[in-house]
């Protein structure tokens, strides 16, 4: 399995992004699709997840009315839709794969895309 992630960059507070995932290498029947993030000294928090087949979403606390999980079940890509960001959105995201609710215990992982948010 390949996760390739972009989109990522430098926005001010209250601006917009919309990462992407492109995943392949096989079938993504019964998977969970994601993003973490990881910022500096800090441990991979979960940002959202959603189901590839269902498309039912999950997101963390923090994010929930500001940032939107998408999949497109025919381009095998995965979108993280973020709004009205934060300077504590500032991190690196990972999208990341697999089967399950655990996203720590994931096989998966894409390289991860900066996003900077300025105040």
């Known amino acids: 399995v390949q996760l390739q992630a972009s989109g990522g960059g430098l926005v001010q507070a209250g601006g917009s992004l919309r990462l992407s995932c492109a995943a392949s290498?096989?079938?993504?029947?019964?998977?969970?699709m994601g993003w973490v993030r990881q910022a500096p000294g800090i441990e991979r928090e979960f940002v959202a997840t959603?189901?590839?087949?269902?498309?039912?979403?999950y997101y963390a606390d923090g994010v929930k009315g500001r940032f939107t999980i998408s999949r497109d079940k025919d381009k095998n890509t995965v979108y993280l839709q973020m709004n009205n960001l934060k300077p504590e959105d500032t991190a690196v995201y990972y999208c990341?794969?697999?089967?399950?609710?655990?996203?720590?215990?994931?096989?998966?992982w894409g390289q991860g895309t900066q996003v900077t948010v300025s105040s």
């Open positions: 290498g096989r079938t993504f029947t019964n998977y969970v």
């Open positions: 959603i189901t590839w087949n269902l498309g039912t979403p």
């Open positions: 990341t794969a697999g089967v399950g609710t655990n996203w720590r215990e994931y096989p998966n």
